[in-house]
């Protein structure tokens, strides 16, 4: 079985810039930056027929290329305790537009289609029993932060493996923002499993 989703990768820049903020919370557990992406469709665990289903069908999308920005921070809650801090994503059309089409091919492959809303953004930290007032200084401190432009020229299917240290995050394919069939092959190979698609 293969954990994947659907998203957006950060150019190293803007992976530095995020991680110069991640400090000054005890008890939050930050998450490495090599893991900052952009969610647009979490798939879950699927066998390799459906992988390859997957793969397929996001082949087959045609957006066209667009700039993004970060915005703002913010914290996600559960019983009114917060749970994790993310950076957020301007408001975009052109984003939206591409989780939908995104969630159309998935669906036109054999998913369930999602029912929760949309919500773009990177998730900076994961909280427990930490000092809401700590995390209020945080988001003082950064809530006026806003990235450069991003360009966004492709859309990634990752890989997700959980382990004690946490989720490790893998690119297994991406995809351009121009249309153009994708002829390529690629693996992956874990202790636990191997991913391969073949090209067509």
């Known amino acids: 079985m293969f954990r994947l989703f659907v998203g957006l990768d950060i150019p190293d820049s803007i992976r ?13 557990r930050w998450i490495p930056d090599e893991n ?7 798939i879950g665990e699927v066998d ?20 993004l920005q ?25 984003l939206i537009r591409m989780q939908e ?22 998730t900076l930290g994961r909280c427990r029993d930490v000092a809401e007032l700590d995390i209020a200084r945080f988001i003082q401190a950064h809530n006026l932060y806003r990235s450069p432009k991003i360009p966004v020229s492709e ?5 997700s493996i959980l382990t004690a240290d946490g989720s490790h995050y893998t690119i297994e394919a991406d ?11 690629y693996s992956h190979t874990t202790d636990s499993h191997a991913l391969t698609v073949e090209a067509y």
């Open 16 to 28: 530095e810039s995020l991680f110069d903020m991640t400090s000054g919370i005890p008890g939050v």
């Open 36 to 42: 900052y992406h952009i969610t647009l469709r979490f």
């Open 48 to 67: 390799r027929h459906m992988a390859e289903e997957v793969h397929y069908a996001l082949s087959s999308v045609s957006i066209p290329a667009f700039d």
């Open 70 to 94: 970060l915005s703002g921070i913010g914290t996600f809650e559960d019983r009114k305790r917060t749970k994790s801090l993310w950076v957020g994503v301007e408001k975009s059309t052109e």
């Open 101 to 122: 089409t995104v969630e159309r091919a998935l669906v036109k492959a054999g998913m369930s289609r999602e029912t929760r809303r949309f919500f773009p953004h990177i």
């Open 155 to 159: 859309f990634c299917l990752f890989s």
């Open 175 to 185: 995809y351009p923002t121009v249309g153009a069939p994708v002829e390529f092959d």
